[in-house]
């Protein structure tokens, strides 16, 4: 009797809370358990490129954590760009490494871009370790060559991940990349901030940085490419020319117009020539626009939460009322 009296005076709040639970649950089971429908997007998105070997362009930015209302008209205005063959993000892709956000970046990249877009993984692109990550691009450091360019890409996201397994790799790809004329390495934390503030880089150790521009200078790397620090710096580390480019999208850290704007570089290789072209992108900064992409992320996952507590605690607030009359009329 008491679970007829229940369904038939709260048979509304029961479904709606029931929902919501049911939406909840397979929202965190989709996000958590549900593998991506493609594997090994870099592999498969290196096939796809098509370009002259001796004479082609591509583009390379970093960190835009989800700002898709920056990051999207980056991707538009290099999509227009038909000497432009493919792309690559130095990582912090997502705002965090779990495989909504990842599905989100590829939606947005598939709706604003048709030409291939590679992914180096960065800090913010962990979750639990790099697994999700792997899932969708596949291994965290890869190679692969277009004509005599080699492009070498590295994982430097989080502390001790450059291990003695990935030096021997990066050690061995470019002894066999000598015989090439261009050496590219990138990655997401460069090897020192050009700033001269090491505090901040907290992702890769003095000593690690060392180790990997005494490689890069020993086997003749041409250009080293990294992001983190979001802005624009360019240079040479003791002879070795390296950009750091971070101005896909994220707030930037810093107000210095020379440094601190949104931005890709434009690449072009010529017959063992290297160009580069920074590409500024202008936008409107907005609080409202910055927070609708925040809750692009994080609004399905919160929303149904927010839904589920409300719809608890609205059910739970018409029990007590209804215990309560069913109580004064017992007296």
Known sequence: MAFKKLFKNHLIHLIIASLFILGFVAFEFWDHYIPPSAQSGNQREISRI???????????FGDHKGHEFVFEPLLRDVDHDKQIAFTLELGDL????????????????????????????????????????????????????????????????????????????LETELQRSQTSKVRFVFMHVPLFDPRGRPEFVKCLSAKDGKDLLDLCRRYNVTHVFASHIHGYFSGQWEGVPYTVTGGAGAGLHGKDPQHFFHHYIKVHVADGKVEMEVRRIAVEKSSIKDFLSFMKDYGPEWGLFAGLLISLFTLAYSLKKDYRKSKQKSL
């Open 50 to 60: 098509k370009v002259d070997p001796a004479d082609f362009s591509f583009a390379v």
């Open 94 to 169: 997502v705002r965090q490494g779990r495989r909504w956000f990842y599905r989100r970046l590829l939606n947005q990249v598939e709706r604003n871009l048709s030409i291939p877009f590679l992914a180096v993984i960065g800090n913010h692109d962990l979750y639990r370790g790099s697994a999700n990550y792997r899932e969708f691009f596949g291994p965290t450091y890869t190679s692969f060559q277009i004509g005599e360019v080699d492009f070498i890409v590295l994982d430097t996201s989080a502390r001790f991940q450059f291990d003695k397994a990935q030096r021997q790799w």
